[in-house]
């Protein structure tokens, strides 16, 4: 398997430009994770899928932040409108079972001017 | 609310030597504890993964222990590499839900 793809590697945008980072979880999974990864807040979780099916939206920052999984194999992250402070390293992990190992993806590296 | 904390948040080592990176939280009501290893510009790799009702794993020279009552956590490393240079996260899993929190992280650096 190839592991969790992330696409696209980096972006780089202005602000207020729409950002859309995709994510395929690895085939079988049943779980799919988005994180965020900065300096000042570590890693931490914005939104959890179980079967396609957000579970847990509590770290979502804001209205700008929208997720969506219309299949088993495809996740979109989407802010709108972009800011400065949402410049990080955006994380799609998935897993086959609750509780179990989770499998991370290398990330998108988002800069936003 | 669930926080962790890693001590040291940095380290160097020469090569060769045994090392300890320990692992605090504050909610002892866990489901499992991870140790994640991430390289410098890539994605997490899971190391080690410890349920509530376990003392301990080991997986090659890594050894992790958990203590959930005393909310602390340790990965020890034998016989250090330069190759296990890296930032070590640990994660826990609350009782219920899917949501780790994750540490500050540990940077390790061996030289050689």
């Known amino acids: 398997d190839a592991g969790v793809i992330q696409s696209p590697r980096h972006e780089v945008t202005e602000m207020g430009q729409e950002v859309t980072l995709r994510c395929k979880p690895i085939s079988g999974h049943d779980y799919l994770f988005w994180y965020r990864q900065t300096m000042m807040r570590g890693l931490e979780l914005l939104i959890y899928?179980?079967?396609?099916?957000?579970?847990?939206d509590s770290g979502m920052p804001e209205d700008r932040f929208s997720a969506k999984m219309p299949n088993a194999s495809f996740s979109t992250l989407k802010i709108q409108p972009s800011e400065p402070r949402d410049s990080a390293v955006y994380f799609c992990?998935?897993?086959?079972?609750?509780?179990?190992?989770?499998?991370f993806g290398p990330g998108t590296r988002l800069l936003v001017l | 609310k669930q926080e962790v904390t890693q001590i040291p948040a940095a380290l160097s080592v020469p090569e060769g030597e045994n090392l300890v990176l320990n692992c605090s939280f504050t909610?002892?009501?866990?489901?499992?504890l991870q140790w994640f290893r991430q390289d410098p510009g890539k994605g997490l790799t899971s190391l080690l993964l410890i349920q509530s009702s376990q003392r301990e794993q080991t997986s090659g020279r890594l050894n992790a222990s958990l203590d959930k009552s005393s909310g602390r956590s340790t990965l020890y490393i034998a016989a250090s590499q330069p190759g296990d240079s890296a930032t070590y996260l640990c994660?826990?899993?609350?009782?219920?839900?899917?949501?780790?929190?994750f540490g500050t992280g540990t940077r390790l650096a061996v030289r050689p």
């Open positions: 992990a998935s897993t086959s079972q609750s509780g179990e190992t989770q499998y």
């Open positions: 909610d002892s009501a866990i489901y499992n």
């Open positions: 994660a826990v899993r609350p009782g219920s839900g899917d949501k780790l929190t």
């Open positions: 899928f179980n079967n396609n099916v957000p579970i847990d």
